[in-house]
């Protein structure tokens, strides 16, 4: 089995990748080396900023995945400040700041990359459609996870079991393209 290391502090995001690659042969180290998050137009330029950062510090291969929820009656906020203002507002106040508004279309996007020593790093992109709820909804998952429906479903992420929630995230479907390069690679 290869091992992969995540460096995260989300032990949520570690054990979805876990349970996500198993079956694909690799087995994932969750490493908290933390990295800052610059502010930047897209999730592309903040991850490559963190392997930047990751690979002064740490020299084996490792992936590293930044996501960001993207809503349309927003104008694609909070999208790469997600995880700002999930810490600061919070679902409550994304909550309040859609109250009233009838169409509730929002993508979740994922970037993860892999980085080997003296390499380029391999980039990929996952999405999810889907809409946000008018209140919360489950206890599983994290993040934004309750208050997300996605397309196909009636679940929130929030309700769902993480065998579930893979069968449509955006974080499986970007590590799903991570490991066909990675094989292509060898």
């Not at 700041?97 to 080997?116: N, P, T």
């Amino acid at each position: 089995m290869n091992t992969l290391y995540f460096i995260t502090g989300n032990k949520g995001k570690a054990d979805e990748a876990a349970e996500k690659l198993k079956p694909m042969g690799y087995k994932v180290v969750q490493k908290d080396l933390g990295y800052p998050e610059i502010q930047a137009e897209s999730l592309e330029e903040v991850t490559l900023q963190g392997v930047q950062h990751v690979r002064t510090r740490f020299s084996r291969p490792f992936i590293l995945e930044d996501a960001g929820l993207h809503i349309e009656a927003l104008q694609g906020f909070p999208g790469v400040y997600s995880k700002y203002v999930f810490f600061t507002i919070g679902l409550s106040g994304i909550l309040r700041l859609l109250d009233g508004v009838k169409k509730r279309d929002a993508v979740f996007q994922s970037v993860y990359a892999y980085s080997e020593p003296r390499k380029r790093p391999v980039i990929v992109m996952g999405e999810c459609h889907g809409t946000i709820t008018i209140e919360r909804r489950g206890t599983h998952g994290f993040g934004y996870d309750p208050i997300f429906v996605p397309q196909g479903a009636t679940k929130t992420f929030g309700e769902m079991t993480m065998t579930e929630k893979n069968r449509f995230s955006h974080r499986a479907k970007a590590l799903e393209q991570l490991v066909m390069k990675l094989k292509t690679k060898k």
